[in-house]
């Protein structure tokens, strides 16, 4: 079974970093990269940043006969913006710890509830 992460438009920042942190655990990892051009690709994951940009190596086009031209290409960089959605391991996801770690960003509160507090 593969679980998909799906990346809105607007991702809120603090989302991106819940996002971050979980992408950095999975470094050396296979995934499948969809982009929003509809072109998919597969490789190993050798970095990610806070930007949610990602580097890919060993990597394979699931659709080769619609991109020959990425035939011969073995690395990438991704920027996250053009990221639609990120297939994963179901081996290498931990739901009930990511359920946590979500339940727990959203119980902060965010910077703007924060301004609205006045100290007197």
Do not use: W
């Not at 995934?31 to 940009?53: C, R």
């Not at 996801?93 to 727990?104: E, F, P």
């Amino acid at each position: 079974m593969v679980r998909s992460l799906h990346f809105p438009s607007k991702t809120p920042s603090v989302s991106r970093f819940l996002f971050y942190s979980f992408f950095k655990t999975l470094v050396g990892q296979q995934v499948t990269v969809e982009l929003k051009n509809d072109l998919a690709i597969t490789g190993v994951l050798i970095s990610v940043d806070q930007f949610l940009n990602i580097k890919l190596d060993e990597i394979k086009v699931v659709d080769e006969a619609r991109y020959p031209h990425m035939i011969p290409v073995k690395n990438c960089f991704i920027r996250g913006s053009v990221v639609r959605y990120v297939q994963l391991p179901a081996q290498a996801v931990d739901t009930a710890l990511l359920q946590d770690a979500a339940r727990r960003e959203a119980q902060q509160p965010t910077t703007a509830q924060q301004g609205n507090v006045r100290v007197k």
